[in-house]
Protein backbone atom coordinates (compact mmCIF):
# COMPACT_ATOMS: atom_id res chain seq x y z
CA UNK A 1 0.00 0.00 0.00
CA UNK A 2 3.29 2.20 0.70
CA UNK A 3 4.26 2.36 -3.04
CA UNK A 4 0.80 2.73 -4.90
CA UNK A 5 -0.17 5.75 -5.95
CA UNK A 6 -3.15 7.41 -5.11
CA UNK A 7 -5.88 8.30 -7.60
CA UNK A 8 -6.89 11.85 -7.24
CA UNK A 9 -9.62 14.41 -8.31
CA UNK A 10 -8.36 17.36 -10.19
CA UNK A 11 -9.82 20.83 -10.39
CA UNK A 12 -8.50 22.54 -12.37
CA UNK A 13 -7.11 26.33 -12.66
CA UNK A 14 -9.23 29.38 -13.82
CA UNK A 15 -5.58 31.24 -14.59
CA UNK A 16 -1.72 30.04 -15.32
CA UNK A 17 -1.24 27.36 -12.87
CA UNK A 18 1.25 28.62 -10.34
CA UNK A 19 0.14 27.47 -6.66
CA UNK A 20 -1.56 23.87 -5.63
CA UNK A 21 -3.66 22.79 -3.04
CA UNK A 22 -3.66 18.86 -1.80
CA UNK A 23 -6.61 17.97 0.41
CA UNK A 24 -7.00 15.26 2.25
CA UNK A 25 -11.03 13.97 3.08
CA UNK A 26 -12.35 12.27 6.11
CA UNK A 27 -13.10 8.96 7.03
CA UNK A 28 -15.43 7.16 4.40
CA UNK A 29 -14.95 9.90 1.98
CA UNK A 30 -13.56 10.27 -1.17
CA UNK A 31 -12.05 12.76 -3.24
CA UNK A 32 -15.24 14.07 -4.64
CA UNK A 33 -16.54 14.71 -1.15
CA UNK A 34 -14.51 18.20 -1.23
CA UNK A 35 -14.65 18.75 -4.76
CA UNK A 36 -17.22 21.52 -4.55
CA UNK A 37 -15.44 23.28 -1.93
CA UNK A 38 -12.51 23.52 -4.66
CA UNK A 39 -14.99 24.60 -7.02
CA UNK A 40 -16.54 27.22 -4.87
CA UNK A 41 -13.10 28.77 -3.46
CA UNK A 42 -12.02 28.60 -7.35
CA UNK A 43 -12.67 32.21 -8.56
CA UNK A 44 -10.87 33.99 -5.50
CA UNK A 45 -7.84 31.17 -5.97
CA UNK A 46 -7.63 31.23 -10.20
CA UNK A 47 -3.69 30.44 -9.97
CA UNK A 48 -4.88 26.93 -7.79
CA UNK A 49 -4.68 23.45 -8.81
CA UNK A 50 -6.43 21.41 -6.58
CA UNK A 51 -5.50 17.52 -6.19
CA UNK A 52 -8.50 15.09 -3.89
CA UNK A 53 -6.86 12.23 -3.33
CA UNK A 54 -9.05 8.86 -2.57
CA UNK A 55 -7.61 7.37 0.41
CA UNK A 56 -7.35 3.53 0.32
CA UNK A 57 -10.10 1.12 1.37
CA UNK A 58 -9.25 -0.62 4.71
CA UNK A 59 -10.81 -2.03 7.26
CA UNK A 60 -11.85 0.55 10.51
CA UNK A 61 -12.09 -0.81 13.95
CA UNK A 62 -14.55 1.79 15.60
CA UNK A 63 -17.25 0.85 12.92
CA UNK A 64 -16.69 -2.85 13.95
CA UNK A 65 -14.17 -3.70 11.26
CA UNK A 66 -16.38 -2.85 7.97
CA UNK A 67 -14.31 -1.81 5.37
CA UNK A 68 -14.05 2.25 3.74
CA UNK A 69 -11.89 4.85 2.59
CA UNK A 70 -9.65 5.77 5.25
CA UNK A 71 -6.02 6.85 6.07
CA UNK A 72 -5.41 4.67 8.26
CA UNK A 73 -7.50 2.68 11.08
CA UNK A 74 -9.37 4.12 14.10
CA UNK A 75 -10.10 2.71 16.96
CA UNK A 76 -11.70 5.65 18.74
CA UNK A 77 -14.14 8.25 18.11
CA UNK A 78 -15.77 10.92 20.43
CA UNK A 79 -13.08 10.08 23.23
CA UNK A 80 -11.45 13.33 25.23
CA UNK A 81 -8.39 10.97 25.93
CA UNK A 82 -8.05 9.98 21.88
CA UNK A 83 -4.62 10.78 22.31
CA UNK A 84 -3.98 8.39 25.13
CA UNK A 85 -5.74 5.49 22.70
CA UNK A 86 -3.83 3.02 20.41
CA UNK A 87 -2.69 4.91 17.01
CA UNK A 88 -2.32 3.37 13.72
CA UNK A 89 1.32 4.24 12.95
CA UNK A 90 1.67 1.77 10.54
CA UNK A 91 -1.22 3.61 8.55
CA UNK A 92 -0.22 7.19 9.24
CA UNK A 93 3.59 6.15 7.52
CA UNK A 94 1.95 4.34 4.46
CA UNK A 95 -0.61 7.14 3.67
CA UNK A 96 2.43 9.74 4.24
CA UNK A 97 4.36 8.28 1.83
CA UNK A 98 1.93 8.56 -0.41
CA UNK A 99 0.74 12.00 0.44
CA UNK A 100 4.50 13.08 -0.44
CA UNK A 101 4.46 11.55 -3.69
CA UNK A 102 1.88 13.55 -4.39
CA UNK A 103 3.19 16.78 -3.02
CA UNK A 104 7.20 15.41 -5.28
CA UNK A 105 4.59 15.24 -8.60
CA UNK A 106 3.93 18.99 -8.19
CA UNK A 107 7.42 19.82 -7.62
CA UNK A 108 8.60 18.56 -10.62
CA UNK A 109 6.62 19.63 -12.23
CA UNK A 110 7.43 22.80 -11.61
CA UNK A 111 5.77 24.19 -8.12
CA UNK A 112 7.93 25.41 -5.77
CA UNK A 113 7.49 23.68 -2.11
CA UNK A 114 6.49 27.08 -0.74
CA UNK A 115 3.48 27.56 -3.07
CA UNK A 116 1.99 24.67 -2.47
CA UNK A 117 -0.63 24.21 0.33
CA UNK A 118 -1.53 20.67 2.21
CA UNK A 119 -4.30 20.51 3.80
CA UNK A 120 -7.39 18.15 5.49
CA UNK A 121 -10.78 17.17 7.30
CA UNK A 122 -10.84 15.04 9.51
CA UNK A 123 -8.49 12.01 9.27
CA UNK A 124 -7.15 14.11 6.67
CA UNK A 125 -6.59 16.90 8.96
CA UNK A 126 -4.53 14.72 11.04
CA UNK A 127 -2.82 12.81 8.35
CA UNK A 128 -2.25 16.74 6.99
CA UNK A 129 -0.12 17.36 10.25
CA UNK A 130 1.46 14.06 10.49
CA UNK A 131 2.82 14.36 6.82
CA UNK A 132 3.64 18.07 7.08
CA UNK A 133 5.80 18.54 9.23
CA UNK A 134 7.96 15.27 8.89
CA UNK A 135 7.96 16.04 5.05
CA UNK A 136 11.51 16.74 3.88
CA UNK A 137 9.88 20.12 2.07
CA UNK A 138 8.93 23.43 3.75
CA UNK A 139 5.27 23.71 2.61
CA UNK A 140 3.60 26.98 2.19
CA UNK A 141 1.31 26.05 4.66
CA UNK A 142 -1.19 23.06 6.34
CA UNK A 143 -4.99 23.31 6.73
CA UNK A 144 -6.50 21.26 9.02
CA UNK A 145 -10.27 21.23 9.67
CA UNK A 146 -11.79 19.29 12.26
CA UNK A 147 -8.75 17.32 12.89
CA UNK A 148 -6.30 16.49 15.69
CA UNK A 149 -2.44 15.99 16.11
CA UNK A 150 -1.78 12.16 15.28
CA UNK A 151 0.92 10.30 17.47
CA UNK A 152 1.80 12.74 20.15
CA UNK A 153 4.21 10.80 22.13
CA UNK A 154 6.28 10.34 19.20
CA UNK A 155 5.76 13.61 17.38
CA UNK A 156 8.59 15.87 18.51
CA UNK A 157 11.35 13.10 16.93
CA UNK A 158 10.04 13.09 13.98
CA UNK A 159 9.57 16.53 12.71
CA UNK A 160 11.48 17.67 10.14
CA UNK A 161 14.09 21.02 10.58
CA UNK A 162 11.75 23.75 9.79
CA UNK A 163 8.49 22.90 11.35
CA UNK A 164 8.37 25.23 13.48
CA UNK A 165 8.39 27.72 10.49
CA UNK A 166 5.33 26.16 8.86
CA UNK A 167 2.27 28.44 9.08
CA UNK A 168 -0.94 26.61 9.94
CA UNK A 169 -4.61 27.20 9.56
CA UNK A 170 -6.53 25.50 12.49
CA UNK A 171 -9.96 24.89 12.81
CA UNK A 172 -12.99 23.32 14.57
CA UNK A 173 -16.55 23.63 15.92
CA UNK A 174 -17.13 23.49 19.72
CA UNK A 175 -20.23 20.95 19.32
CA UNK A 176 -17.90 18.75 17.45
CA UNK A 177 -19.40 15.21 18.88
CA UNK A 178 -16.38 12.81 16.94
CA UNK A 179 -13.62 14.72 17.57
CA UNK A 180 -13.98 17.04 20.39
CA UNK A 181 -12.91 20.65 21.38
CA UNK A 182 -10.72 19.53 23.81
CA UNK A 183 -8.88 17.04 21.68
CA UNK A 184 -8.43 20.02 18.95
CA UNK A 185 -6.74 22.34 22.19
CA UNK A 186 -4.98 19.74 23.03
CA UNK A 187 -3.05 19.49 19.34
CA UNK A 188 -3.08 23.50 19.54
CA UNK A 189 -1.43 23.62 22.56
CA UNK A 190 1.34 20.86 21.73
CA UNK A 191 2.23 22.57 18.61
CA UNK A 192 2.58 25.79 20.23
CA UNK A 193 4.58 24.54 23.29
CA UNK A 194 6.27 21.61 22.38
CA UNK A 195 6.49 22.38 18.01
CA UNK A 196 7.11 25.98 18.75
CA UNK A 197 4.90 26.73 15.80
CA UNK A 198 5.49 30.06 15.12
CA UNK A 199 2.35 30.70 12.77
CA UNK A 200 -0.42 29.32 13.71
CA UNK A 201 -4.17 30.22 13.12
CA UNK A 202 -6.65 29.08 15.65
CA UNK A 203 -10.57 29.35 14.69
CA UNK A 204 -13.70 27.75 16.57
CA UNK A 205 -16.58 27.89 15.54
CA UNK A 206 -19.92 28.29 17.97
CA UNK A 207 -22.38 25.75 17.45
CA UNK A 208 -20.49 23.65 14.22
CA UNK A 209 -20.44 20.07 14.42
CA UNK A 210 -18.15 17.59 12.45
CA UNK A 211 -18.42 19.46 9.42
CA UNK A 212 -17.27 22.72 7.71
CA UNK A 213 -19.88 25.89 7.18
CA UNK A 214 -19.60 28.90 5.87
CA UNK A 215 -17.97 31.18 8.37
CA UNK A 216 -14.91 28.20 8.38
CA UNK A 217 -14.78 28.20 4.75
CA UNK A 218 -14.73 32.18 4.27
CA UNK A 219 -11.83 32.37 7.14
CA UNK A 220 -10.37 29.45 5.07
CA UNK A 221 -10.56 31.64 1.92
CA UNK A 222 -9.21 34.53 3.37
CA UNK A 223 -5.70 32.79 4.75
CA UNK A 224 -5.56 30.59 1.31
CA UNK A 225 -5.69 34.28 -0.79
CA UNK A 226 -2.54 35.46 1.96
CA UNK A 227 -0.66 32.19 1.53
CA UNK A 228 -1.09 31.82 -2.43
CA UNK A 229 -1.04 35.33 -3.49
CA UNK A 230 -1.43 35.69 -7.53
CA UNK A 231 2.42 35.51 -8.89
Partial sequence: MATQALKY???SPAAKHTATIIFLHGLGDTGHGWEP???????????????????????????????MPGWFDIAHLGDRDLFEKTEDEVGF???????QKLIAEEVDAGIDPSRIILGGFSQGGALTLFS?????????????????????????????GHAA????????????PLIPAEVSEASR???????????????????????????????????????????
Avoid: C
Fill in 9 to 11: VTV
Fill in 37 to 67: VAQMLKPALPQVKWVLPHAPTRPITVNYGAS
Fill in 93 to 99: RQSSMQV
Fill in 132 to 160: GLTEERKLGGLVVMSGWLPLRSKFKNLLN
Fill in 165 to 176: NTPIFFAHGTED
Fill in 189 to 231: DFLLNNVGIKDLTYKTYQGLGHSADERELRDLREWLQKRLPEA
